[in-house]
């Protein structure tokens, strides 16, 4: 009998949601069913939810509410990005855009569409640590780049990225910057006003699944994905899941407002189960930066395993861990980020990533290493 998830270590992946979100929610999912398009009292009640979320949202990225476009969540926010922003600023004679190569597929699937409707797409390297090349991108940009685009923080990996210089780049050529900080905003700081387009998702940060948003700064032009009734001042065409909405913006401030002693307490554990893994497994590496990274991300390339035998070992000893972005842990494909960072092949076939939450303990902690090293000397046998 295959023994229950008892570890969680797959925060990345997705995150449980929190109790603010949930007490939040449950109203719109019962009695407060309204639609917040209309007009009578309890759609009027619906809109306050979204108007009061809208402005929890904007205060933990330091944006105006007026600049939080809600969608369905992360991808669609940066297709809206990468797509809305390239289309536009075609009808401007700007059509090439520039991403970093280690965006999620979120990113580099737009922007390798656009490419096939006649946009310049040009992708960035980084260095062995992840980090994006700072001279590479200095290259790439040029009159005709519409976006930047350069994610906060890897999704894999864990690396922060220099956003603040890949901004300063972008806008120095007359190019729109967008940063994909769905994974930064749960442990560090975000400033919406690094970047002209930066896209968020509830639940990675403790909030329900199919909600997310888009911050487009004050004065920045953009194109539409959906058209329709003309929500979300024209951007996102759709009626609003106004349970999703309400438990996002309660999720967010909350996050927010414990986000340092959290993220403290995560990256010892992170630490911990670094070094008891290094300490009872040969032929271990760390992925990702050794300083700039998230609290909570642990990627490691393991000599001598196969990613998917070990993550199904894993599972069967009660451990929720995946190999790279879950997004494609389903696909046999190589992650292109460890590619892009230079990890030989040999090795990113026996990639772990490992990321513990505000949930996590010092047992489980303990707990997970010794039945990770044990799943591992099983199939080193």
């Known amino acids: 009998m295959q023994t229950p998830t008892s570890i969680y270590l797959d925060h990345a992946a997705t995150t449980p949601l929190r109790d603010e979100a949930r007490a939040a929610m ?12 209309s007009l009578y009292a309890s759609a009027r009640e619906a809109r306050k939810a979204i108007d009061e979320a809208r402005e929890r949202v904007a205060a933990a990225v330091g944006a105006r509410p007026e600049e939080v476009v809600f969608t369905s969540g992360g991808t669609e926010a940066d297709n809206l990005a990468v797509k809305g922003a390239a289309w536009h600023a075609r009808e401007q004679g700007r059509d090439a855009v520039v991403v970093s190569a280690i965006e999620h597929h979120a990113v580099l699937d737009p922007a390798r569409w656009l490419a096939r409707q006649g946009f310049r797409v040009t992708e960035v390297p980084v260095d062995e640590h992840g980090s994006v090349r700072l001279e590479a991108l200095g290259r ?69 699944k199919g909600v997310g948003a888009l911050i487009v700064r004050r004065g920045v032009k953009i194109q539409a994905l959906m058209h329709g009734g003309g929500q979300e001042r024209g951007l996102r065409s759709g009626t609003y899941n106004v349970a999703g909405i ?61 990613a998917e035998s070990l993550i199904l070992l894993l599972d069967a000893a009660g451990i929720a861990a995946s190999s790279g972005s879950a997004c494609t842990s389903g696909s046999s494909e190589l992650s292109h980020v460890l590619l892009a960072m230079g990890v030989p092949r040999r090795l990113a076939t026996g990639s772990l990533r490992l990321t513990p939450g505000a949930g996590t303990t010092v047992e489980e902690i303990e707990t997970a290493a010794g039945r990770i090293a044990e799943a591992v000397r099983t199939l080193r046998r």
């Open 246 to 306: 309400a438990g996002f913006g309660a999720a967010a401030e909350a996050t927010v407002s414990r986000r340092d002693t959290i993220s403290a307490r995560v990256a010892a554990l992170r630490d911990s189960l670094a070094r008891l893994l290094g300490e009872r497994i040969t032929g271990i590496s760390v992925n990702g930066h050794p300083t700039e990274r998230l609290p909570n991300s642990l990627s490691l390339c393991i000599e001598g395993v196969e």
């Open 26 to 37: 449950l109203p719109f999912l019962g009695e407060r069913f309204a639609n917040a398009s």
């Open 140 to 208: 790439a940009v040029d009159a005709r780049t519409a976006l930047v685009s350069v994610m906060w923080a890897n999704n894999e990996v864990g690396t922060i990225q220099p956003v603040a210089e890949c901004a300063r780049i972008a806008r120095s050529a007359g190019a729109l910057f967008h940063s994909d900080a769905v994974q930064a905003l749960p442990w560090i700081l975000v400033d919406a006003a690094v970047a002209d387009l930066t896209s968020l998702s509830a639940h990675k940060l403790g909030g329900p």
